[in-house]
């Protein structure tokens, strides 16, 4: 009772708490790390179970307060050099703690990460709760000894012991999940650890490193990290304000090696290539990027659209049908622009084998407009109402700049399905490519892998689109542009527009 209205015991008894604390913090930092060995649902038991016996381990060397005094007489003497009991526990602590903090950082550094169902069980188990009364043990000395040096009341050694634990028990969950959920922590504390372990060796080998030096290191790293994970959620606090689809969409090219420029191939590309096939790897590109493409850059161009006049004789309708592969067509009158409606082939064989009136018929199913403005993402539920029907695409001036379909659509993703009249839009040869002036620039990037010098920001859709954008001006057969380690030459031109383009890639004169 005298102890209770004692001040002087009230301040010791507070001192010791904040000292025991203190001088714990390493060891629960030892027990985060430790602990994470274990299966998820043991860590927390672990955790608790390991800090209890060591609150046990040390009011047990409080009891024996007069034998842990007698462990700082020296045990063997010459000359200068004393080596004591206590020496040895913390020489012998010290070495366990830096070999276990280097296996540690090893993992860590190596990429080597803990599987859970691994073969862990209850040995497992209680090997980490033995690691952790160990290590609490040689750590307790100092804390014990200190105590001894402060107080003389056994009753307020204990309580401090007891308090400061149930403090260190409770703040050790979060203590953990923080250390574990940030890797350069857990390395940065391992790293505290190899510190400690030194400075454990020294004080047994008679070389005292002041803790206030200790402590003083470990305040400035733990600034630095301070200010590295602030930087770290601000980064993200930025990177969260972009779509959610664009930078999932970056991360998984980024992976599949699909969109690197030509100086930061390397490993990267060569890992990606063992584990996507060429195929593969322009499927998921087109599936990802298919958001921020425009209508126009995977559309049925105008001049490729093949159309029906209705003001034709129904012979000369008959021969273009039979003649041409497709089995949708737009019925228009005289022009494209003035269209009627959009009709199936089979239909429109039976209504001219039935002499019948083209123009009315074709009204029965208007075409469905879509403005070019709008992204191939708000197309694909207008396709599905379509039934199958091609859309017609029209510029601000009702001016018909092509159509798409469902096989347009998956042209972006798979790569092209060209018909019996078409030939394929780009094209090996030796050593370079034969790519037509009308092929999407997107799927020019996606074969030649390499899109650092295509400005996103343009209005172009097409490789013809591209160099004019680049040469300003209508260019001539056998022109030869190189741009960005790429080598470009015209082999065809029809009515003033590029028809024809062979790519070549150029060596990087960078490279070795």
Known sequence: MELLLDPSAWAGLITLIVLEIVLGIDNLVFV???????????????????????????????????????????????????LSVRDVILIVGGVFLLFKATMELHERLEGHEHQENQGKGDAKFWIVIAQIIVLDAVFSLDSVITAVGMVDELAIMASAVII?????????????????AHPTVVVL??????????????????????????????????????????????????????????????????????????????????ASQESFAEEERYMINGVLTLASRS?????????????????????????HIMETPHNIFPICRGELDRIIGVVRAKDLLMVVNDKGDIADFASKYPPIIVPDM?????????????????????????????????????????GEFPDEDETSKISKDGDGWLVKGA??????????????????????????????????????????????????EVLEVKDYRIDLVRITKLEDPHQE
Request: proline share 3%; with cysteine; glycine share 6%.
């Open 439 to 488: 092929t999407d620039i997107h799927s020019v990037m996606m074969t030649l892998n390499c899109d650092a010098f295509f400005d996103h920001d343009e209005e172009y859709v097409s490789l013809a689109g591209f160099l004019f954008a680049h040469y300003k001006r209508i260019l001539k057969v056998g022109e030869v542009i190189e741009i960005n380690q790429l080598r470009f």
């Open 295 to 319: 209508l126009r850059s995977i559309m049925t161009p105008r001049i490729e659209v093949s159309w029906i006049d209705c003001e034709d004789s129904l012979e000369e309708i008959k021969t």
């Open 32 to 82: 985060a790390i430790i602990a994470d060995k274990l299966p998820f649902h043991q860590r927390d038991k672990a955790r608790v179970v390991g800090l209890v016996l060591a609150m046990v381990t040390r009011l047990g060397l409080l009891s024996i307060i007069s034998w842990i005094v007698t462990l700082t007489k020296p045990l063997v003497q010459y000359g200068g050099f004393t």
């Open 164 to 180: 400061s634990m149930m403090i260190m028990i409770y703040a050790s969950k979060s203590l953990t999940k923080f250390v574990i």
């Open 374 to 414: 709008i992204d191939v993402i708000n197309l694909l539920p207008i396709l599905k109402k379509a039934k199958g029907r091609l859309v017609v695409i029209v510029n601000e001036f009702d001016t018909v700049q092509g159509i798409a379909t469902p096989v347009d659509v998956l042209e972006a993703i798979a």
């Open 189 to 270: 504390c391992l790293s505290f650890l190899m510190m400690i372990g030194v400075s454990l060796v020294a004080d047994g080998l008679g070389f005292h490193i002041p803790k206030g030096y200790v402590y003083a290191a470990i305040s400035f790293s733990l600034l630095i990290e301070f200010f590295n994970q602030v930087a770290r959620r601000n980064f993200l606090k930025n990177q969260s304000k972009r779509p959610f689809r664009d930078r999932t969409a970056e991360k998984i090219l980024s992976l599949i090696g699909s969109n690197h420029s030509e100086k930061s191939k390397g490993a990267t590309e060569q």
